[in-house]
Structures are given as C-alpha cells and as structure tokens.
C-alpha cells in the first residue's frame, strides 16, 4: 500500500481538468495512482458551492493555510 501523500499543485490541476473534461472519478484516480476514494474525497473537501466546481488554486491554499501556518511554531 502506498504511504498517505498530500496532493501536490500538479495533482490538482490535473484533477480540475480532468473534471472539466467530464472524466470519472475512476479514470482520474487510476491515472493520479490514487484510490477513487481519495478522489472523492479531495473533490468534497474543496469542492466550490459558490461557483459549483473544483479549483486546483483554492484547494492549495486551503491545504497550505491549513498546515503550513502552524508548522513553523
């Protein structure tokens, strides 16, 4: 089993387009090596009601203001 990764940038941005392009959660994870789960669960996480998609920029900084702020203390 492949140890937990954060999703990097690329990651991201590879998930929003794919999203845009209309690809399934499957085909995404399998391409990411991710499991479909982990998939679904990045898009819930940071998926936008206010505009209704996924943006790969919003989802980092949400990931960065989460766990870099406190790092450093």
């Given at each position: 089993?492949?140890?937990?990764?954060?999703?990097t940038?690329?990651?991201?941005?590879?998930?929003?387009?794919s999203?845009?392009?209309?690809?399934?959660?499957?085909?995404?994870?399998?391409?990411?090596?991710?499991?479909?789960?982990?998939?679904?669960?990045?898009?819930?996480?940071?998926?936008?009601?206010?505009?209704?998609?996924?943006?790969?920029?919003?989802?980092?900084?949400?990931?960065?203001?989460?766990?870099?702020?406190?790092?450093?203390?």
């Amino acid at each position: 089993m492949k140890p937990y990764t954060h999703f990097t940038l690329n990651e991201r941005k590879y998930l929003q387009e794919s999203l845009e392009n209309g690809d399934s959660i499957r085909k995404i994870a399998k391409a990411l090596r991710r499991s479909p789960s982990t998939i679904s669960r990045e898009i819930k996480r940071n998926w936008s009601k206010k505009s209704n998609h996924y943006h790969h920029w919003a989802a980092q900084i949400k990931y960065c203001l989460l766990y870099t702020s406190d790092a450093a203390d």
